[in-house]
């Protein structure tokens, strides 16, 4: 599986953002999708993640500002960042998880400008 990230950029505070990750290769069992990030100086921390199902869950500190969403073939998913402030500066890593594998897209920069 691979995965390419998009839409990452430098945004206002207060602006949003797009980013789209779109899987390729052998993306049948894809389970779920998300996205973490990771700002500088931090760990890697989860996002927002959808599975099959379209259950979904999202870190505390993006809920009700941040939407994931994802295509009918499990091999798109897509973050819609709203209301961005200066803390959601990082790279963020687009996510898929097969069977028991995981997979990373190469990462994609937002820069939240106060």
């Known amino acids: 599986v691979q995965l390419q990230a998009s839409g990452g950029g430098l945004v206002q505070a207060g602006g949003s953002l797009r980013l789209t990750c779109a899987a390729s290769g052998t993306i049948f069992g894809i389970s779920a999708m998300g996205w973490y990030r990771q700002a500088p100086g931090k760990e890697r921390e989860l996002v927002a993640i959808?599975?099959?199902?379209?259950?979904?869950n999202y870190s505390d500190s993006v809920k009700g500002r941040f939407t994931i969403s994802r295509g009918n073939a499990n091999d798109i998913v897509h973050l819609q960042m709203n209301s961005l402030k200066f803390e959601d500066t990082a790279v963020y890593y687009c996510?898929?998880?097969?069977?028991?594998?995981?997979?990373w897209g190469q990462g994609t920069l937002v820069t939240v400008s106060s």
């Open positions: 959808i599975n099959s199902t379209d259950s979904i």
């Open positions: 996510n898929a998880n097969r069977f028991r594998d995981v997979y």
